[in-house]
């Protein structure tokens, strides 16, 4: 009788031979990690098990774990806003920034205490923004203004986060199954204050140039 044939690895190519690795492929593997897993479980050791290559062949591609987690960072933060629709004045687009990046958090909860310890890089952030910003300078707002607001309603959108899907720095394994009810009430909250938010810096920045 012949053997069965052996599983390939998720690193594996056509005809068995290791698939080449990217810097691409390493961070989509270290999102399904961190999905599945949570944060304590993404270390290089079990992505390299994930990818089916050896820990050290990564390090070619990303040097450390410090650096894939701001790989990681990037590429969620960058989910969130590259289809952002910022047509519209800044108070009609700031919301749907607001709104996406939650979306994408409560997509990847593991993910929302990454995101509150680990920032996304600033220049990194400015560029992803270009849009919003945009929408801001159109309405006569500074450009450090502007920044101040971004900044503040996207720390309310993580903590809001983080306090929905109650997953502090260290939880391992799947997310817990949202209630129905749970969520429309964090949903009726989000969106009430978020408006406050919104509202209070509309006047508040309308306040200054009336001055001004």
Not at 10 to 25: D, I, N, V, Y
Not at 55 to 66: E, F, G, K, T
Not at 172 to 196: I, K, N, Q, S
């Amino acid at each position: 009788m012949t053997q069965p044939a052996r599983r390939r690895s998720q690193g594996s190519g056509r005809g068995g031979r290791p698939a080449t690795l990217t810097p691409e492929r390493i961070v989509a593997a270290a999102v399904e990690v961190l999905d599945a897993e949570g944060l304590e479980a993404l270390t290089m050791r079990r992505l390299g098990a994930q990818l089916g290559v050896a820990a050290m062949s990564l390090y070619r591609h990303i040097p450390n774990r410090d650096a894939l987690l701001a790989e990681v960072v990037t590429h969620l933060f960058s989910e969130a806003v590259v289809e952002l629709e910022v047509t519209g004045p800044w108070p009609e687009a700031l919301p749907r920034f607001a709104a996406a990046y939650r979306g994408m958090l409560l997509a990847h909860p593991h993910a929302v205490p990454l995101l509150a310890t680990h920032p996304v890089d600033t220049e990194t952030g400015l560029a992803l923004l270009t849009g919003l910003l945009d929408r801001f300078a159109a309405s006569g707002v500074s450009h450090q203004d502007a920044l101040t607001v971004i900044q503040s309603v996207a720390v309310y959108v993580l903590g809001h986060a983080l306090a929905q899907v109650g997953t502090p720095p260290g939880t391992e394994g799947p997310a817990p199954v949202a209630d129905p009810d749970a969520t429309a009430f964090y949903d009726r909250w989000f969106e009430t204050g978020l408006l406050a938010m919104v509202s209070g810096f509309e006047g508040q920045l309308a306040g200054q140039r009336a001055r001004h």
